[in-house]
């Protein structure tokens, strides 16, 4: 076999073909343009790089289409290759973005395009969705403005930042009223809310919202630092994970969704604890996942 053949075929079947023809389904809610989440049951692979790359978000895999028909089917390259080879001209569907494209954007840093949006205020769309479509009491939305991790998204939608060690914003968890999304260009590390260099007890859940959402549960707990994964588990944010972790008498907390995925994190989460010598606990939400639980306090 010519490695001419292999990356012409590689340059011409894309990772959505595999998927789509291998039962998966794009889970538009999740997605972006640059990261297309697709799900198979409790299966999870997110596609990238213009459909060339993959990753899954539940473990360490990654790569091109070849190691990706591995990844599902198991066998060996030379299965792999016969099996991209045959869907050489297969169509896989379009997902029907309900955004507009992002390619309009100015050409900033991913610091810049944060610091150009304006701080939610009282009465603002952010405000307005947080507080009345998610529940999400005043106390913790002034905390967190005045910690300065939200701004204001377009048309009614909240930015949840995500900063490294430094404190330099990565990326934004994006939720609204008709989107979610993560920062275009941007990197998931970790979303704090809370007490951030003393906190002896880390509540580690998959998104900014159930972070705020827990926090408003257990009314800021003095001792706790309330974090989101944004749903991924990157090199960074195991990192940051770690580094939190390895702090005197801390207490990872895997307050992560009452589901598959959630228990999934949880296994993650307690292995690192285990590797790290740091106690570990599991919160699981009443309902599925901390926002819906609160909500339905709100309603009771």
Request: proline share 4%; with cysteine.
């Amino acid at each position: 076999m010519e490695k001419a053949d292999i990356e012409e075929l590689r340059g011409r079947v894309g990772c959505a073909a595999v998927l789509e023809t291998g039962g998966f389904a794009v889970d538009l809610k999740e997605s972006t343009r640059k990261a297309v989440k697709y799900r198979r049951g409790d299966d999870i692979i997110i596609v990238i790089h213009d459909g060339k790359g993959w990753f899954d978000p539940l473990s360490d895999a990654k790569g091109d289409v070849y190691s990706l028909v591995q990844h599902l089917d198991g066998g060996d390259f030379m299965e792999a290759f016969v099996q991209v080879a045959s869907l050489v001209g297969f169509v896989p569907s379009e997902p029907e973005w309900k955004r507009r494209s992002r390619e309009s954007e100015p050409d900033q840093s991913v610091p810049a395009r944060w610091a150009a949006r304006r701080k939610p205020w009282r009465g603002s769309a952010t405000w307005r969705y947080l507080r009345d479509e998610r529940r999400i009491p005043e106390q913790v939305i002034r905390t967190a403005i005045a910690q300065n991790v939200l701004r204001e998204g377009p048309l009614g939608s909240m930015w949840a930042a995500h900063r490294d060690v430094a404190g330099i914003v990565t990326g934004w968890e994006e939720r609204g009223p008709q989107w979610r999304g993560f920062a275009a260009g941007g990197g998931k590390m970790l979303f704090r809310l809370g007490t951030t260099m003393t906190a002896t007890r880390i509540c580690v859940t998959e998104a900014a919202i159930d972070a705020m959402s827990l926090a408003a549960i257990e009314r800021i707990r003095r001792d706790t630092l309330y974090a989101s994964t944004g749903g991924g588990w990157s090199p960074a944010t195991d990192t940051a994970l770690r580094l939190l972790g390895a702090r005197p008498n801390t207490r990872l907390v895997a307050a992560t969704d009452a589901n598959p995925q959630g228990e999934a994190f949880v296994s993650r989460l307690r292995e690192l604890a285990g590797e790290l010598a740091c106690d570990f606990e599991r919160l699981k939400p009443r309902a599925e996942d901390w926002n819906a639980m609160l909500q339905d306090a709100a309603s009771a």
